[in-house]
């Protein structure tokens, strides 16, 4: 893996790529999550979702890699600890499938119907895993811009957390988490880095404390947002 690889792009400034961008008639207000492996995503979406619809607004939500038939198939063979041979392009190659049946299968209709959609990880995964702390570089740069049809999240809430702690509270570790501790703490790294080149887009949050605490500080940012 060549130290020059892992460089961190998506700040919309990639050249031109062959495949068309979709037009869409978007209405809602994108949001992913991001963060290490048990940084709190879930239960933070769960929340995000109560809160949204206290405030009547609709919402949907989706998780990466998955949310489709074809796409929660390829999450089982990613996160499947017996496939131990997928190679790291295979890897890429399935990540990025998941997130082009996705947007074609249900986002992009989701984005013209809701008021809020929000994605349990999107590219930004794909460039710090794949990109960054797999060391693959300039290649997923290009393909998560070419295969993300022009969709990208109006805003990002990044749930930083040490990888020792967001890993101890993971009870079955799948293939990805089965990683050692120097892929994971690239993973922080790749993100806080990403974090610094988006600065308007990517909210860090401290998920280093209580549940409460991350919610508390969650609503505050929606509260910015709508
Ligand atoms: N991936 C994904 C790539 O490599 N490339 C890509 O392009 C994409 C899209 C997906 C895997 O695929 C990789 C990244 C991942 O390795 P996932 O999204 O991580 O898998 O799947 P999940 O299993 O849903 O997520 P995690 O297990 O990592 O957990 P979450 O969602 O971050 O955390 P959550 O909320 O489930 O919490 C885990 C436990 O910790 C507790 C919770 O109560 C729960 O028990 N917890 C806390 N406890 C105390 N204090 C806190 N602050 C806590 N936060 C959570």
């Keep these: 893996m060549a130290k020059k690889n892992r460089e961190l792009m998506i700040s919309g400034r990639g050249r031109a790529c062959s495949v068309p961008l979709i ?13 290490l492996e048990g940084s709190g995503k879930s239960s933070v979406i769960e929340f995000m979702e109560k809160l949204f619809k206290q405030k009547k607004l609709s919402v949907k939500v989706f998780r990466e890699p998955g949310s489709t038939s074809v796409g929660e198939k390829i999450r089982q063979i990613l996160l499947d ?18 997130r082009t049946q996705l947007i074609e299968e249900k986002l992009i209709k989701a984005l013209a119907k809701y008021a ?45 957390v040490a990888p020792k702690q967001g ?14 501790i120097v892929f994971h703490q690239r993973l922080r790294k790749g993100y806080l880095q990403l974090a610094k080149n988006n ?3 990517i909210n860090v949050i401290n998920a280093t404390v209580s549940l409460d605490q ?12 709508l």
């Design 23 to 35: 037009k869409i008639k978007k209405k809602a207000v994108f949001i992913t999550v991001e963060g």
């Design 81 to 98: 600890n017996k496939n131990k041979e997928l190679s790291v392009h295979t890897e890429l190659l399935l990540y990025l499938a998941a």
């Design 116 to 160: 809020v959609v929000v994605c349990d990880r999107f590219f930004d995964s794909t460039l710090v895993y794949q990109g960054f702390a797999l060391g693959l570089g300039e290649i997923v740069n290009k393909s998560v811009e070419m295969f993300s049809l022009g969709i990208k999240p109006d805003f990002t809430i990044y749930l930083d």
């Design 167 to 180: 890993l101890a509270r993971i009870k079955n570790k799948d293939r990805i988490e089965e990683r050692s």
């Design 199 to 201: 600065p308007k887009r």
């Design 214 to 225: 991350i919610f508390d500080n969650v609503e505050k940012i929606i509260d910015e947002i």
